[in-house]
């Protein structure tokens, strides 16, 4: 799902300096071990790290196709109806900003709703109103009222389906998107397509 072991980024600076802060006593003779045997569990534990991060990268090209993904991959419906659709210059808003940007005109505008590569939301201050670790509320950045100012085409969400008259996805931010008046008055869901959202001819 999120390959190449990407969140483990933010957290391998600090364990490459864990690891070097525990193999520096080790072989300095500072735990009571001879030599040999210092020697022996340092290779142990050195050769344990490479081959997990071997084992990741066998993973990612072999079980995760990276490398031939996504070009190899068929598009799914969502994709070829943008694709079908969108024209250079249109606008699109996404969830799932990687494979759909991937897969588009490089013309065609894409808004990533999450935040990950739009600088407005990625600078929005966090919010999570489920709690820090509650569900749905992601990195914690949205903006609705940005996302209506840059009328999209389409938006597309992981739509759950409705509850109680109202449109519901696993994203704060999408949840109240579909459920603001103003998207509600000017977008439909396009048919046959889950989860994309087509704004109407003014």
């Known amino acids: 799902w999120m390959p190449m072991q990407r969140f483990l980024v933010h ?3 600090l364990a490459v300096l864990l690891v070097h802060a525990g193999l520096n006593p080790l072989l300095a003779g500072q735990v009571g071990w001879r030599a040999p045997q210092r020697r022996r569990v340092a290779g142990v534990l050195v050769a344990g790290l490479v081959l997990f991060q071997l084992a990741g990268a066998l993973h ?36 799932d ?14 808004v990533d709703m999450v935040g990950l590569v739009d600088r407005h939301i ?10 820090l670790l509650g569900r749905g509320d992601a990195f914690g950045k949205w903006d609705v009222g940005y996302v209506l100012q840059q009328k999209p085409r389409y938006v597309q969400v992981i739509l759950q ?31 046959g397509v889950h989860g994309l959202f087509e704004r109407r001819a003014p």
């Open 161 to 191: 389906g409705r509850r109680g008259g109202k449109w519901q996805t696993n994203f704060t931010g999408t949840t109240r998107l579909l459920n603001h008046p103003r998207f509600r008055k000017r977008y439909r869901p396009v048919r």
């Open 97 to 110: 900003a990687g494979i759909i940007a991937y897969r588009l005109d490089r013309r065609v505008r894409v």
């Open 122 to 131: 990625a600078r929005r201050p966090a919010q999570f109103p489920s709690g």
């Open 60 to 95: 990612a090209r072999f079980v995760e196709g990276i490398g031939r993904e996504p070009m190899a991959r068929p598009d799914t419906p969502l994709i070829k109806h943008l694709r079908r659709h969108l024209k250079p210059g249109d606008t699109v808003a996404v969830i």
């Open 11 to 13: 957290v391998l600076p």
